[in-house]
């Protein structure tokens, strides 16, 4: 399984982006995964930005919710995060990550996923 995260760059507080994460041998079609965005910035520890489960459910960082929209593509094997109204402290290496196995719901935490991409760079300006 590989996962490879786009889209990030550098905007002005207020600005959006939309990152994008094609997962590769990864199968959106049965149920019982999940898919997650966490970001790392430099001094701190990987936090969860959201995860959408395989049945729709989504679950956000109080942070974000409002501004961040987590979405999937099954056919185009594609997540997406959609980050609107974006904050110097929403600066952070994002990633995209996905469990394995038959997951009832999402894990809380990182530990829970087992497959990563490389991170794309998220930078906003005051």
């Known amino acids: 399984v590989q996962l490879q995260e786009s889209g990030g760059g550098s905007v002005q507080a207020g600005g959006s982006l939309r990152l994008s994460c094609v997962a590769s041998?990864?199968?959106?079609?049965?149920?019982?995964?999940?898919l997650g965005w966490f970001r790392q910035a430099p001094g701190k520890e990987r936090e969860e930005v959201a995860t959408?489960?395989?049945?729709?459910?989504?679950h956000y960082q109080d942070s974000v919710k409002g501004r961040f929209t987590i979405s999937k593509d099954n056919a185009a094997r594609t997540l997406y995060l959609e980050m609107n109204s974006l904050r110097p402290e929403d600066t952070a290496m994002y990633y995209c990550?996905?469990?394995?196995?038959?997951?009832?719901?999402?894990?809380?935490?990182?530990?829970?996923?087992?497959?990563w991409g490389q991170g794309t760079q998220v930078t906003v300006s005051s």
């Open positions: 990550a996905g469990t394995s196995g038959i997951k009832w719901s999402c894990p809380v935490g990182s530990g829970g996923f087992p497959y």
């Open positions: 041998e990864y199968t959106f079609v049965v149920s019982g995964y999940c």
């Open positions: 959408v489960h395989s049945d729709g459910t989504t």
